[in-house]
């Protein structure tokens, strides 16, 4: 028994090495106006969700946010090349398309049978005021305009992982006086205590609740208030918020 123990509290020392180096993968929130934002947080010690954004120079702004398919440590090891590819090719490649293509051979190189990654990636022109946006099976993200009237982009191809031959669509679209929420679905299938899920609607109200606090306390501030509500995590949750320059 003694030997069992020591052996499971040092599997789980090392599960807690892997959060923490999974913790370095996501982008940090900037303290100065910044127009994105994010949040992450795992239903246990590792996720299998991932963002990351970027200043790309001149104004443009590239995003990615991810989810795994299934939980433990064979999604967060997904999850983490998954981060790094996008984290390393999204510095030179500023076609969505282009960036998921590469991202879904690589991923199908190697991914465990039964395995893919749905994932978002965009890239916001704050100059033209315009979104890139291309979508491999992941949630359709929800926009807000000035007027608290909510629109979703909507087309999309099958997650990554799935076969090599499938090419990428991207899709240009205006973006002004408005904020994009991306998210996992850890926000939408979590539980009130007698069992009924969030969902979008849900979601849009605490959106709306929010919307004019800075992007950097926003998503925290929304986050607190949902488990305040006696919403039950089940699952890992990730939300990142594109806001546009005025």
Do not use: W
Request: hydrophobic letters at 35%; charged letters at 25%.
């Amino acid at each position: 028994m003694a030997k069992e123990l020591v052996e499971k509290n040092r599997m789980q020392k090392e599960i807690e090495i892997v959060g923490e180096i999974q913790k370095t993968l996501l982008s940090k929130n900037k303290d100065e106006n910044f127009p994105i934002a994010g949040i992450n947080i795992p239903a246990k010690v590792v996720s299998g969700d991932f963002y990351n954004f970027s200043e790309i120079g001149k104004g443009m702004y590239g995003f990615g946010v991810a989810d795994v398919s299934g939980k433990g440590i064979k999604s967060s090891l997904l999850m983490s090349k998954a981060s790094s590819l996008y984290r390393c090719l999204s510095k030179t490649i500023f076609s969505t398309s282009d960036l998921l293509n590469l991202l879904n051979k690589e991923i199908c190189e190697t991914a465990a049978r039964g395995m893919f990654v749905t994932m978002l990636v965009g890239i916001y022109d704050s100059n033209k005021k315009e979104l890139l946006l291309s979508n491999a099976g992941h949630e359709p993200p929800l926009v807000i305009d000035k007027d608290q009237k909510f629109s979703n982009f909507s087309e999309a191809g099958p997650p990554l992982g799935i076969t090599p031959k499938i090419k990428y669509k991207e899709t240009t679209t205006n973006f002004s006086e408005s904020s994009m929420y991306i998210f996992t679905d850890g926000i939408t299938e979590i539980k009130n205590p007698s069992g009924d899920m969030l969902e979008a609607e849900g979601f849009q109200k605490y959106i709306k609740k929010y919307q004019h606090t800075p992007n950097n306390k926003r998503l925290k501030l929304m986050i607190e208030d949902i488990v305040k509500a006696g919403m039950i995590q089940k699952d890992d949750l990730t939300i990142v918020t594109v806001d546009s320059v005025q």
